[in-house]
């Protein structure tokens, strides 16, 4: 553990208090950034310049913040690239960069151009990736889903957009883009197998029988169309199913029936709380066996969320990558096109507005705490 951030439970704590942990970081770096000269340099230069450019974000509004937190967040991801233990100093292969290590360029494009961002509402807006540059760079890094183009068959892919990535963000559950519904992020609580119960909550363990061999964890964020689906079971599945780190969970309890929480917190904001089950996993000899929840789910600001896989891409994007992908199209359209991006922006007049206002709010409050824990959890040595 080399950072508080690696830490759950911090609630409590401010934005300002993870910037000067990150702040702790740079006299005796992390991983790889602490090893070799130019990397601790480069960790400690980009550091310094996202923090500034969070700072100065702050004292802004919407008009100019998304070009600030974006490239805060862009100096902050080459030095998350400069500590990572799994990234060698030079390249092993021919064709890559001389020095993996630095992030080079975007990586990402507006499909279309920028010029076609003028017409479109922010959600729908598609973003992909590049062969390379800072994203498919730290999308490897990070062993994260990307934006492909292409699919494997050479095809092109179905591009994402904005708004699919954008509910992609726990942060921003109330403030949804205007358009179709998405895949949300869905809050993962592991309630353990029979005789083993793990959570705090007694009522919880009365309404959670499982059967031998299997554990069980509540999901969090169904959207109401699932629920009020005419074949909620299908319906379900075909849902979850858009969830690849879930795979081998049994809708089913005991009883046979699909096992909803009739007392979740967020059924007010239309979002159902479903129970699902695993079979107990296959111990590995001299290995323990991972929690259900780190075998399941991705580790977010101290809780953990299963995420999707959007359009044509195989895996999740990383959450520090969800980020990054929607503050790159704002920041685009913002800078490209300010007369556009002016009219989104306007409370009086934009639907969009409210939202956007809350994700570069979010972004200012939440960035520290991600960039944190993602440095902790590439910094560590490789297994």
């Not at 980009?46 to 600030?68: G, K, W």
């Not at 998350?80 to 890559?96: D, H, L, R």
């Not at 892919?157 to 992020?185: N, R, Y």
């Not at 319906?235 to 858009?242: H, I, P, V, Y």
Request: charged share 20%.
């Amino acid at each position: 553990m080399h950072t508080p951030g690696g830490v759950g439970g911090f609630a409590e704590y401010t934005p300002a208090m993870f910037q000067r942990w990150i702040r702790g970081l740079r006299a005796d770096p992390p991983g790889a950034a602490g090893q070799e000269k130019a990397r601790k340099e480069t960790f400690s230069a980009a550091l310094e310049q996202a923090e500034q450019l969070f700072a100065a974000a702050r004292v802004t509004d919407a008009m100019v913040r998304p070009l600030l937190v974006y490239y805060g967040l862009n100096q902050a991801g080459r030095a998350i690239a400069a500590a990572a233990s799994t990234v060698p100093n030079k390249a092993q292969e021919k064709g890559k960069p001389g020095e993996p290590w630095k992030l080079a360029g975007h990586g990402l494009g507006i499909v279309g151009g920028t010029n076609a961002m003028n017409g479109l509402d922010v959600a729908d807006i598609p973003i992909v990736s590049h062969k390379s540059g800072a994203f498919p760079q730290l999308a490897e890094i990070l062993g994260s889903g990307s934006l492909i183009a292409t699919r494997p068959d050479g095809t092109e892919a179905t591009p994402v957009t904005v708004g699919q990535i954008w509910e992609t963000i726990s942060d921003t559950i109330g403030f949804s883009l205007p358009g179709p519904a998405g895949l949300p992020a869905l809050a993962f609580d592991a309630e353990g197998p029979l005789g083993h119960y793990t959570g705090t909550d007694l009522n919880s363990l009365m309404l959670a029988p499982v059967r031998r061999g299997q554990e069980s964890g509540r999901l969090e964020g169904i959207p109401r169309r699932i629920y009020e689906a005419a074949d909620q079971r299908t319906a379900l599945k075909e849902f979850l199913d858009r969830y690849p780190t879930l795979g081998g969970y049994q809708l089913d309890g005991p009883d046979g029936r699909l096992g909803w929480v009739s007392d979740s917190a967020m059924s007010a904001l239309g979002m159902h709380e479903v129970r699902v089950y695993w079979n107990l996993a296959e111990p590995v000899a001299g290995q323990p066996t991972a929690p259900l929840e780190e075998r399941v789910a991705t580790p977010y600001r101290g809780q953990h969320f299963a995420y999707p896989a959007l359009g044509d891409n195989p895996r999740p994007l990383h959450p520090l990558l969800a980020w990054w992908a929607v503050l790159y199209a704002l920041s685009m359209l913002a800078r490209y096109e300010p007369c556009a991006w002016n009219k989104r922006a306007n409370i009086d007049s934009s639907k969009e507005a409210v939202p956007i206002e809350h994700l570069l709010e979010a972004a200012l409050d939440h960035l520290p705490r991600v960039i944190l824990d993602t440095i902790d959890e590439i910094s560590r040595p490789a297994a």
